[in-house]
């Protein structure tokens, strides 16, 4: 009897020894973006380069799904609203950070007191301005006060600048700091950051979801889309973002690679200069040069035909837009209809403005961040010239772009940028980007201000609709930016490779797999 005993326990011993095996990470998988990122400090960026490489390291309280559900992640259940201007967040158990410390209340308080502070002058902040305090009730438990209340904290709390971050390590740290030594307890773990070449990843062992099935994950940028899909086709990389639309055919014929597309909740945009702002992002006085005029805005809005450019340019692979809102956002009003290119009106509007000989501009963009986004800019150039509003074109490669003009406002008059936010919610499109002061807005408008204001402490669903449909409405006629279209997102990856795109544009390993196991 003993003798079938030691037998049967080492069966099992065996058994159990070859499932471990089979569920140990391995192989590696590269993904290639246009951009590297400005700095691994999740709450101090916000570009979505940079937080899809942190979403490998970084956890934030909640998440969105494949299908942009909000789920808890270090949060155990989903917050809960207690008072008007109070969340009470319970905390996963058992979650440590990949330099050992325990994830507690401490890690809560830490990170969103940090995020959210603004002497820290850290450019994820503005997001996070509603919140005043955080309240550790117990190990495992803390209260989000708000100044005041806030309909879409659970939202916000899904962002990458929402990162949990380990108190005793990072604390007194400086930013350049924490991008030098990002420490998550995400399925993945900083090994190094070769600029300008890639990051590389290994899988946390002691990750609380589950061992991840990839052991080494790499991002590298490669900012020229030909290049980036004959990266793809020759087996160098494993997935590619922003593929361009001309070349999907050849993706899609290719016996060793596949498209994978989703409608995005990115919309591409022309930005206007009417202030000028000062290193605080405070306004000085309106913009020297001709767009301070809402005419002048007005007319280079009539003056482009984005249709042509979608057709042209992304082979019809976009969506016109009325706003900078999908029709997936919060604050989406169907009625409002894409402006139509009017070249008389432009010509009516700069008479009126005192320019009928037409204007001079520049137009600044950045190239290898977004799908075309240089032949976007050119055919956008042209049409402004033919249209009487004669312009120049600059394009720059994006951290360059970000970090010495559109974040220290010299990139007008006229800026090209993409804008997707998770939340799926007019307010982080319209706070972060119009609602002075802010490190990417260049128009002051009290009315708007105003209004953005009460959108953000209304809590009744339908009235604040109603508030963000009036800003709409006030933003077309105030013309501080020019949208041209929702973008469709097209990534090419290796067949080897079980992966979906998705339409917040977040690339997660944790949630490949490849097929042969390597």
Known sequence: MAHWRATLVVFAVLILAAGAAAAAPAGKVIIAQGVDPTTLDMMNQQETPASNVGAQMFETLVERDASLTLKPALAAEMPKLVSPTTWEIKLRRGVKFHNGEEFNAESVKFSLERVSNPANKLRGSSSFAPIDRVEIVDPLMVRVHTKKPWPILTNALSFRQAAMYPPKEYAGKETAAVSRNPIGTGPYKFVRWAK??????????????????????????????????????????????NIPPHLANII??????????????????????????????????????????????????????ADEIIKSVLDGKAVRVATMLTSMHFGFDPSLKPIKQDLAKTKKLLTQAGFPNGVEIVLNGPQGRYVRDKEVAEAVAGQLTKAGIKTTLRTFEFVNYL???????????????GWGTPTVDAETVYVPLFKSPNIFVNWHNEDFNGL??????????????????RINKLWIEETPAVPLYQQIDLYGANKRLAWKARSDELIKAYDMALKDGK
Do not use: C
């Open 403 to 417: 970090n010495n003009m559109v974040y220290v406002h010299k990139a007008g008059p006229v800026w090209l940028i």
């Open 452 to 469: 953005a204001e009460a959108a953000q402490a209304e809590m009744d669903e339908k009235k604040r609709l109603a508030m963000y449909h």
């Open 196 to 241: 300008d070449e890639e990051i590389v990843m290994e899988a946390f062992s002691d990750y609380w979801g589950g061992v991840p099935k990839i052991k080494t994950v790499v991002f590298k940028p490669i900012p020229d889309d030909a290049v980036r899909v004959a990266a793809l086709q020759n087996g160098e990389i494993d997935v590619a973002v």
């Open 252 to 305: 899609e014929k290719h016996p060793k690679i596949f498209l994978s597309t989703a409608p995005s909740i990115r919309t591409i945009q022309l930005m206007i200069y009417t202030h000028q702002m000062d290193k605080d992002h405070k306004p000085t006085g309106p913009y020297n040069g001709p767009t301070a005029d809402k005419r002048v805005r007005q007319a280079i809005a009539h003056a482009i035909d």
